[in-house]
């Protein structure tokens, strides 16, 4: 009985020493550090984001393509201090982009590769997309957007998004190549769920520089296109489609979609144009297309289609960039229907994809 006393006061001593020891009204972390570290975790993403705005701006993928590189030749080549450079990627080297294969030596990796500019599922662009400060600045004063249910980009800058591209030509091209990535990457694989044999034209409203056109042609040979969008933008299509071989079977309008869309197509594709607007602003144009589309056509969407529970899913992440920059948002595909149905069309079929991008169709 006394050694077990004895135990118990050593406990009870131990714990006041402890207590002693923390600063007034610290509390003591919980044994099971799990939840914490995974809170940490989420919170360097933005870090981590920035790291690889970094690598690609200094162009270190590309310069680590024909094999490993020492960082002091990497930072005489791309013109950044060393240790500053070392210590960036040794960071991104802890994520698996990049790997240190001696001391300050690095390659690439299967994450690296992607950061490459001519290589298959490329993200290049897209990653100098998302390192535009502008971007990013409203993105971190989204609470705006929260308390106030606007976009938090007019706010900042005094200006809509559209209006601030059209007048920074640099940023314009830089998010042309970003929608040309994610085109190339994610649009086409949810075309290949449509089967298009049947249709003689298409019009892809608000189609860019007609990345999505060059990699849905080559399938139908006989597939004739309109490519609509802002002038100042299909000027650059000419170059894109010519790559692709396609360039003959395209005509090229530029308008606004929101005044009038080209007639008598049988299928009009909207790629990620209807999370841009507000449910009234969709209503408009989708209503542009009952007017102008043959009988019998179909209204083609791409968007993010949010699933109604828990489950991961990007849609529910790029929602929320739509509303710090845009009046738009990500739908689920009830919300889709009620949009088709406002405008006068019939929702008729939807195809989820595991990229977290959709396809959904409606017809007149």
């Known amino acids: 009985m006394q050694n077990r006393e004895v135990q118990e006061e050593r406990v009870l001593s131990s ?20 939840p914490q570290q995974r809170m940490m975790d989420l919170l360097h993403g933005a870090l981590i984001t920035q790291l690889l705005v970094v690598a690609v701006e200094f162009d270190i993928a590309e310069l680590l393509a024909d094999g490993p590189m020492s960082v002091s030749e990497l930072a005489r080549r791309c013109g950044a201090h060393p240790q500053s450079l070392h210590r960036v990627l040794r960071a991104l080297a802890g994520q698996e982009i990049f790997r240190e294969v001696e001391p300050e030596t690095f390659a690439l990796t299967p994450l690296a590769e992607t950061l490459r500019a001519d290589v ?28 106030t ?22 940023q314009a091209e830089l998010f042309n190549d970003a929608m040309g990535d994610m085109a190339r990457r994610v649009h086409a694989a949810a075309v290949e769920n449509c089967d298009l044999t049947s249709v003689a034209r298409v019009v892809d409203v608000g189609g860019g520089q007609g990345h999505l056109l060059a990699t849905i042609l080559p399938r139908y040979p006989e597939l004739r296109a309109t490519l609509l969008d802002q002038p100042s933008v ?14 003959d079977r395209v005509d090229l309008v530029g308008g606004d979609f929101f005044d009038s869309v080209p007639h008598g197509a049988d299928a009009y594709l909207l790629s990620m144009i209807l999370h841009d607007w507000d449910d009234q602003q969709c209503v408009a144009v989708l209503g542009r297309i ?14 993010a289609i949010v699933p109604e529970d ?11 960039v739509m509303m710090a920059l845009h009046p738009g948002r990500e739908r689920t595909e009830a919300e889709f229907t009620a949009l088709f149905a406002a405008a006068g069309l019939r929702h008729v079929a939807t195809t989820g994809l595991a990229s977290s991008t959709g396809l959904l169709i409606a017809r007149s």
């Open 234 to 247: 299909v000027r650059g299509a000419k170059a894109v489609l010519e790559a692709a071989g396609v360039a």
């Open 149 to 170: 249910g606007r976009p938090t980009f007019p706010h900042i800058h005094g200006t809509d998004w559209w209006s601030h591209l059209a007048a920074h030509p640099e």
């Open 120 to 147: 298959p599922g490329s993200v290049r662009a897209w990653t100098r997309f998302w390192g535009l400060p502008e971007k990013l600045q409203a993105i971190n004063s989204l609470s705006y957007s929260v308390r």
């Open 15 to 34: 714990a006041r020493e402890g207590a002693a020891e923390r600063p007034p009204g610290v509390v003591p972390a919980p044994t099971d550090s799990r």
């Open 290 to 303: 009952r007017q102008a589309m043959a009988p019998n056509a179909q209204v083609i969407v791409i968007d």
């Open 310 to 320: 828990n489950r991961p899913h990007d849609g529910k992440l790029r929602d929320t």
